[in-house]
């Protein structure tokens, strides 16, 4: 029975994997096509600006959020509560998260302005977006207890990324007024989430609104049970980010416009060990310790193969890449990118074994080991970038990348008794599996 079960499983693994790998391929092709854009037509300072906005908004809706979407995904999928309840608790967070975001902002505007130069309409434009990417997040977090969840919310995704990109052209070329190009970025990303909005609103259908009884103890629950995974999901995310905030903070828009272009080409070498992760998640709870590693030997194996290949291609031909597609003002990028390089094959293998770790039901292993990667980060901008720009912060993100796999590694041994040395050889039998899926895929495909 455990035989055939890991047969079956491995072919669902690879299905899921390779629904999500499309997906995020499209979304992935079409943000490096906008970045291309906004770089030709912003410039390196305009793109600086604009990848600024994008980045303060995604981290700003993920601290404001405290992990609460993944208590509603949780509480109605165990149908702990009713849809309508959990709608009533969407409702009364974007309320709160409105009053919480204009109470900041008020009491932080001229810091942000003096630390980041930001104006005061682009930190309104900041506030309206956060609560159009909360709302999406909520919606998500609903879509994703549905049959097929995850192909609507990841369908979604492409339709945000597609629009964004075609309403930013639209207004350049329509209005002709290329000293307004940033607000025509802005404006774009804006248009583009309120429409996936209305899409999440539309595909979630039966809005009803209902206040529960036990509202305030329901509200703790959720409070606590988002707690657990606030620290993975904000530590995640300031791990990449926290250095656009460090250039901008040191350097200006300019350098951070030509680091964001090697940071766009760089996480296509994630676009795959992210798709692996994901599906990793979606199907670790269900095996035995002996499936799991052998599972994970097969993804180490795919992830780190294919990331090796991209990672010595952009090693080769990075600046040509980067000359043909965002121009000779953003040639400074291959530095950073050359740099960044070591660390996208490690954070290849960390997305493998922060989805594992997730689906073992240890989330806060995944939270304070990337929470201890931003603290290296923050520690090594703050002594690098001042010296060494742009070049000092992707060495930073190496390092920090690095730090992160080494304790993983760690955990793994201490907590679940796996030896990296488990992990890394494969046996005859392991090996054709590995053979058998990829035949059949090739066989799918053509």
């Not at 505007?109 to 630390?115: C, G, P, V």
């Not at 964004?164 to 070329?173: D, E, P, T, Y």
């Not at 774009?188 to 989430?193: D, H, N, R, S, T």
């Amino acid at each position: 029975m455990t035989g055939d079960r890991t047969k079956v499983l491995p072919m669902r693994f690879v299905t899921t994997l390779g629904f999500l790998f499309s997906s995020n391929f499209l979304v992935a092709v079409l943000s490096v096509f906008l970045g291309i854009a906004s770089a030709r037509l912003l410039g390196a300072e305009g793109r600086g600006e604009f990848y600024l906005f994008v980045q303060a908004v995604s981290v700003g809706t993920i601290l404001v959020a405290f992990g609460i979407h993944t208590s509603f995904q949780y509480y109605l999928r165990k149908q702990l509560m009713s849809k309508s309840d959990i709608m009533g608790m969407v409702g009364f967070q974007l309320v709160l998260s409105t009053i919480i975001l204009s109470v900041g902002l008020v009491l932080t505007k001229s810091y942000l302005r003096e630390w980041f130069s930001f104006s005061d309409d682009s930190l309104y434009l900041m506030l309206v977006s956060m609560l159009l990417g909360l709302l999406v997040l909520y919606l998500n977090s609903i879509m994703m207890t549905f049959s097929r969840g995850v192909k609507a919310t990841t369908r979604l995704a492409v339709v945000q990324s597609f629009l964004q990109l075609v309403l930013f052209l639209g207004f350049v070329f329509l209005l002709s007024d290329q000293t307004a190009a940033t607000g025509y970025a802005v404006t774009a990303f804006i248009l583009a989430v309120f429409i996936r909005a209305l899409g999440s609103l539309g595909m979630v259908g039966d809005l009803k609104f209902s206040i529960s009884k036990t509202f305030t103890s329901d509200l703790k629950e959720l409070y606590v049970y988002g707690a657990a995974s606030f620290l993975a999901n904000i530590s995640s995310i300031l791990l990449f980010r926290v250095d656009t905030f460090m250039i901008q903070y040191f350097k200006g828009a300019e350098q951070l416009g030509i680091y964001s272009a090697a940071a766009a080409i760089s996480e296509i070498v994630l676009l795959f060990s992210s798709s692996v992760g994901i599906a990793l998640f979606a199907h670790i709870p269900k095996l035995e310790l002996a499936e799991r590693i052998s599972l994970i030997k097969k993804t180490l194996l795919a992830i780190s193969s294919l990331s090796a290949i991209a990672i010595v291609s952009l090693g080769v031909f990075g600046h040509i890449i980067l000359y043909i597609l965002f121009g000779e003002e953003f040639s400074e990028a291959i530095y950073p990118l050359l740099y960044l390089l070591p660390g996208l094959f490690f954070m290849s293998l960390n997305y493998c074994f922060a989805n594992y770790f997730s689906g073992v039901g240890r989330p806060k292993i995944t939270g304070y080991i990337f929470f201890l990667g931003v603290l290296t980060n923050v520690i090594l901008n703050l002594y690098l970038i001042p010296d060494y720009g742009i070049a000092g912060a992707a060495i930073a993100s190496s390092v920090a990348f690095f730090q992160v796999l080494l304790l993983f590694i760690w955990a793994l041994k201490k907590l679940e008794n796996i030896n990296i040395q488990d992990l890394m050889t494969l046996s005859g039998d392991e090996l054709d599996s590995i053979k058998n899926l990829v035949i059949s895929k090739w066989k799918d495909l053509f």
